[in-house]
């Protein structure tokens, strides 16, 4: 499920058929979202190639989407990964840093 955090719509599906032969998300070369909640894609990678809507199915929920807690802590990382994620903090928001830096390792 795919969810717009600026309290737009939502997607249950990507898969631009419905019925059985129509292409499946296998299919899929290329996405395109506009800030109207429309979806476009594409099955080549070709220049030539257009770009169809997708005839989905963009749905308002009726109340804020509740995130479950799979786990009760945070999984810790393999130091190898945390200090790769340290070394990305230069290209990253400062905002963001106070998340990784305290990252479970």
């Known amino acids: 499920m795919s969810y717009n955090s600026k309290g737009g719509s939502y ?3 990507i898969r631009p058929g419905k019925k059985a ?3 499946t998300v296998h ?3 290329a996405l395109q979202f506009s800030s109207e909640s ?5 099955l080549s990678f ?7 809507a997708l005839l989905q199915r963009a749905q308002v929920p009726n109340e804020p989407i509740a995130w479950i807690r799979m786990f009760p802590c945070a999984l ?3 130091e190898r ?3 790769d994620l340290q070394s990305m903090k230069h290209v990253m928001p400062i905002e963001c ?3 990784f830096d305290n990252l479970p390792h």
């Open 11 to 13: 997607f249950i599906s």
């Open 21 to 23: 032969g129509d292409p």
């Open 27 to 29: 299919h899929l070369r």
């Open 38 to 42: 429309k979806v476009h894609f594409k």
């Open 46 to 52: 070709s220049e030539n190639s257009a770009w169809e």
């Open 76 to 78: 810790p990382i393999e």
């Open 81 to 83: 990964k945390f200090q």
């Open 97 to 99: 840093h106070h998340f």
